[in-house]
């Protein structure tokens, strides 16, 4: 008896009839049906009707080491024969993960000896939440329980990731944000800078930290928390003023820096971590995404020694982890994934080599009558669609080009994210130039095959 594999309308109707996809409308998805994604290598995505698609966002920003790598594969297989799982509770350890935690450590800038494992970046932000109270309850200064963050910055999806985060659809959805965390303006220039100079707009931008800080009392305040670039919001890279003043007024204040290398760390800005590009003195660095590219779950947070010799010499019992965290399967392919980007040079790469590359073709966008501005570090990029370049004036309704532009993008066979009118790319490190040229010819034609669309509209 011979069985037939399902074909994409049989997947799509067992989608829609059991699946519940995240931050999806359910009901529009019904009617459109999912794209089956069956199989991957290096940069590219096969779906179940054969069609190959270069996938600029390195899947959700993590798939940094390109798909089917053997050395991950094999590291799984490895690791599931000999110990598929044991938890980290009750005074035991595993291998892999003091491996894995040993590898952090001697890539993590100077002063980070520690890390605390979890499953996935919206954990890893749940436990700064918890580290942060803690480290203060300890100091003596048990009223340091806010959290400062920035608007439109993603944290993560739990109530706490989200709380930390400010995305305003995800606080509209659970009477969110949670007590204790308060927001301030984002570094947005072109969309929110007017008729100031970059320069001058950081300085006002970061400086708003500064007014929350005195409105709260600066005893109140733990931590300000922040991504070196704001991925999910749009790829905002702020100006090159903001994050010395920023540094500034932390220090000043005495609060702790927590600097999200979620989407920034192992090597997407052409350093292992975004706050080594921006120069930073974080205390709190979560981590998760390209620690594994992706393969298997795995998150924490590289914990510096500010927080961690006080954690260890007066804080007792942490009550706070996971059933999984440092579980060894992922840790195995963790640590080998590090291996690769060591081995290959993939930071340095982004760094002096294809970085450069990629930024200077993606600049080419910027003559595109449909583009108002292109921005990027490393191998991470975004432009943004809009009516008149001169004005920098939107299109009207908000996304919905972004979303033509996406759905346009994946027929010509690339992934490109759509945030509001703003089209973003953070493709896997090992891109080859002939990747990225491959990448611009398609980003191209998507453009000027938006452009007929939004004729229709102008």
Not at 9 to 18: A, C, F, P, T
Not at 412 to 432: F, K, Q, S, Y
Request: glycine share 10%; hydrophobic share 40%; proline share 6%.
């Amino acid at each position: 008896m011979t069985h037939t594999a399902p074909d994409t309308g049989s997947w799509q109707d067992l989608d829609r009839r059991h699946f519940l996809h995240p931050f999806t409308d359910h009901r529009d998805l019904a009617g459109r049906g999912t794209r089956v994604i069956e199989r991957a290598e290096g940069p590219y995505i096969f779906d179940t009707d054969g069609k190959r698609i270069l996938d600029a966002m390195a899947g959700l920003w993590c798939v940094n080491v390109g798909y089917g790598r053997r050395e991950l594969i094999d590291a799984a297989a490895e690791q599931l024969a000999r110990l598929p799982y044991y938890n980290s509770f009750f005074q035991c350890t595993h291998p892999r993960a003091i491996e894995l935690a040993h590898k952090l450590a001697r890539v993590a800038p100077p002063g980070f000896e520690r890390v605390f494992f979890t499953n996935s970046g919206s954990e890893a932000n749940d436990t700064v939440l918890r580290m942060v109270r803690r480290y203060w309850d300890l100091r003596g200064q048990p009223y340091r329980k806010t959290i400062i963050s920035r608007v439109n910055a993603f944290h993560g999806s739990t109530v706490a990731g989200a709380s930390l985060g400010g995305m305003a659809p995800m606080h509209a959805q659970g009477d969110l944000p949670i007590p204790g965390i308060v927001h301030i303006a984002q570094p947005y220039w072109y969309a929110e800078g007017g008729d100031l100079s970059p320069e001058a707009f950081g300085i006002e931008r970061a400086r708003a930290l500064e007014r929350k800080i005195l409105e709260l009392g600066p005893h109140n305040v733990g931590a300000f928390i922040a991504e070196p670039i704001q991925g999910a919001g749009g790829v905002i890279v702020p100006p090159d003023s903001y994050w010395p003043e920023i540094s500034r007024i932390c220090k000043e204040y005495g609060c702790l820096l927590v600097v999200d290398e979620v989407i920034c760390g192992f090597g997407r800005l052409g350093s292992w971590f975004g706050s080594q590009h921006y120069g930073l003195e974080p205390d709190l660095m979560p981590i998760a995404k390209g620690l594994s590219s992706g393969y298997l779950p795995i998150g924490g947070v590289l914990v510096g020694d500010r927080v961690a010799d006080v954690l260890v010499a007066e804080g007792g019992e942490f009550h706070h982890g996971f059933t999984y965290s440092g579980h060894p399967v992922s840790c195995a392919v963790a640590a080998a994934n590090l291996d690769i980007i060591e081995r290959e040079g993939l930071v340095e790469r982004v760094a002096s080599d294809t970085g450069p590359y990629l930024q200077a073709r993606w600049r080419e966008l910027a003559e595109h009558p449909l583009v108002g501005e292109t921005r990027g570090v490393g191998f991470v990029a975004a432009l943004e669609l809009v009516r008149d370049k001169a004005r920098r004036t939107p299109f009207d309704p908000p996304g919905r080009l972004g979303v033509i532009a996406r759905d346009i993008a994946v027929c010509e066979g690339l992934v490109m994210r759509a945030v509001r009118d703003t089209m973003i790319i953070a493709p896997p490190l090992m891109l080859e130039r002939g990747h990225i040229d491959e990448l611009m010819d398609k980003a191209h034609r998507v453009l000027d095959l938006t452009a007929r669309e939004a004729a229709a509209f102008t």
